[in-house]
């Protein structure tokens, strides 16, 4: 069974999928909370702006890719994870 994405996951979800589409300039915080199907009031109880969840979303990215597989990767898989060029 899959477990339920909290809306701080759904906010920082919706911004990264609008990412893909448009650049960071041309994304509003209505756009993140609509796409998210949440609340202005909820955006900003876990957000002051976008650049907020944008530093949210990078921490929570390279920390994904620095524990893979259940453990902690060294800096040089580390680096090929993030930076790989295949």
Same mark, same amino acid.
């Given at each position: 069974?899959?477990?339920?994405?909290?809306?701080k996951e759904r906010l920082m979800s919706s911004?990264? *999928?609008?990412? *893909?589409?448009?650049?960071?300039?041309?994304? =509003?915080?209505?756009?993140?909370?609509?796409?998210?199907?949440? =609340?202005?009031? =909820?955006?900003?109880?876990?957000? =002051?702006?976008?650049?907020?969840?944008?530093?949210?979303?990078?921490?929570?990215?390279? *920390?994904?890719?620095?524990?893979?597989?259940?453990?902690?990767?060294?800096?040089? *898989?580390?680096?090929?994870?993030?930076?790989?060029?295949?």
């Open positions: 069974m899959q477990r339920k994405m909290s809306t911004f990264l *999928e609008l990412l *893909e589409d448009r650049s960071l300039q041309d994304i =509003s915080v209505a756009d993140i909370y609509t796409n998210a199907g949440v =609340s202005k009031r =909820s955006f900003y109880n876990h957000f =002051s702006d976008k650049f907020d969840l944008m530093g949210y979303a990078y921490r929570i990215l390279v *920390e994904q890719q620095w524990y893979k597989d259940g453990r902690r990767c060294t800096l040089v *898989e580390f680096f090929n994870r993030c930076w790989s060029f295949d």
